[in-house]
Nanobody, 128 residues
């Protein structure tokens, strides 16, 4: 069974940090590109970060650069998103997503189309 399991969401004050984790079940990250997306109430879903499971090459959105880091950890058993200097505007449900890279998919992943595997999401809330 193919699944993505997310963890690490929570509530923090502005300036704080959280680390989100995404772990696959039923497949290996080796042949995939893995992304983190977020969606706030009333807003469009947007890409935050992306990484290639094959070579570790990463991509960050403009809002994430300088604050967030995406990494493959535990021998590619998981992908983490380290979020520092969090702001209230980072408040959203964060989703892990993955797509097979063997036919040319590369980072950044599209926000709406062409991504087959999604997690259920984890809430991140940042207060002032």
């Amino acid at each position: 069974e193919v699944q993505l399991v997310e963890s690490g969401g929570g509530s923090v004050q502005a300036g704080g940090s959280l680390t989100l984790s995404c772990t696959p079940s039923g497949f290996s990250f080796d042949d995939y590109v893995i992304g983190w997306f977020r969606q706030a109430p009333g807003k469009e879903r947007e890409g935050v970060a992306c990484i290639s499971g094959a070579d570790g090459i990463a991509h960050l959105s403009d809002s994430a650069k300088g604050r967030f880091t995406i990494s493959l950890v535990d021998a590619k058993k998981s992908v983490i998103l380290q979020m520092n200097s969090l702001k209230p505007e980072d408040t959203a449900v964060y989703y892990c997503a993955a797509e097979d890279a063997r036919y040319g998919m590369r980072c950044p992943l599209p926000a709406k189309y062409g991504v087959n595997y999604w997690g259920k999401g984890t809430q991140v809330s940042v207060s002032s």
